[in-house]
């Protein structure tokens, strides 16, 4: 796999799928190797990815200083890989804490970005923060799935402040719109993925900036920006995510309907066209603006 420099001498890893016009993706966790992403439902079709393993993760060695785990310190690795690619401007996508990455560049470098897709992420940096309510309302639509009795009360120990080691393998359902063999597959392979000790410190304290901050520069980003959100996903809502699509001059909602925190793994078609709809404006099925 190629790899490149990052501004601290750390070589890191990338991974490329697919054909066409690259796609910058940036994964979750946080700090999760960028395997769990796959084809994105079938993105590989429109776009060739460009799947970058964050520091200390995947086949990216682990940087001599542990404080540049950080988002904020994170965000300098982005432009690395923009300038390796050779591109002036960049589509760039970001999975939940790879959608909180993705916004703290579109702060940093909005005339980097040539096209910004944020999926079930990206609204913390804005101080549009989950919150407990949230999650049990995601958490009622789910009612009459099979796992809901058992998975409930444990959801909402760790609201009570359990431990979420203890509870986490009854939790995982509400995480994906279907809980199916597809599923229960794409969340095992979640601790072989990810580093969980680089974890903690990419929400250090101050490494997600100043929210008031973060929302006047991304006032300043005039890249199309779509926010898709899955309607059975806590984090964000449907709602938050649509307060966050309102914050770009160009930017767009799209909900994905029977969706959770993986919308690619629920329903690769859906996530494949609606994306791949948004990325290529004279498709006639582009999300509509959110306002």
């Known amino acids: 796999m190629p790899k490149f420099s990052a501004y601290d001498g750390t070589e890191l890893a990338y991974h490329l799928r697919g054909e066409g016009e690259p796609l910058v993706c940036l994964a979750g966790g946080p700090m999760r190797a960028s395997a769990y992403l796959g084809d994105l439902g079938g993105l590989t079709a429109h776009r060739r990815l460009v799947l970058l393993d964050p520091r200390g993760t995947g086949d990216s060695a682990e940087p001599a200083d542990a404080g540049t785990y950080r988002a904020d310190r994170q965000v300098d690795d982005v432009e690395a890989l923009r300038v390796h690619l050779g591109l002036d401007r960049l589509d760039l996508l970001g999975h939940s804490a790879g959608a909180t990455l993705a916004v703290l560049y579109a702060a940093a470098h909005p005339d980097r970005l040539a096209s910004l897709t944020l999926v079930t992420g990206g609204t913390r940096p804005a101080g549009i923060d989950a919150t407990a309510e949230d999650r049990r309302e995601a958490a009622d639509l789910r009612q009459g799935e099979p796992w809901y009795a058992r998975s409930r009360p444990a959801l909402d120990e760790m609201l009570a402040g359990r431990d979420i080691e203890e509870v986490w393998d009854l939790v995982l359902p509400f995480m994906y719109g279907r809980w199916d063999a597809a599923a229960r597959a794409h969340a095992a392979s979640d601790d072989e993925q990810t580093n969980f000790a680089a974890a903690d410190a990419f929400y250090a304290d101050g490494a997600l900036g100043d929210p008031v901050a973060t929302r006047a520069a991304l006032a300043a980003v005039t890249a199309p920006v779509l926010v898709l959100a899955g309607e059975y996903d806590a984090g964000p809502r449907p709602a938050s995510a649509a307060e966050l699509a309102a914050l770009f001059p160009h930017g ?40």
């Open 252 to 291: 767009r909602l799209a909900v994905q309907r029977g969706a959770g925190h993986y919308p690619w793994v629920d329903d690769p078609g859906a996530f494949a066209r609606t994306v791949a709809a948004f990325l290529d404006p004279t498709t006639d099925d582009a999300p509509s603006r959110a306002r």
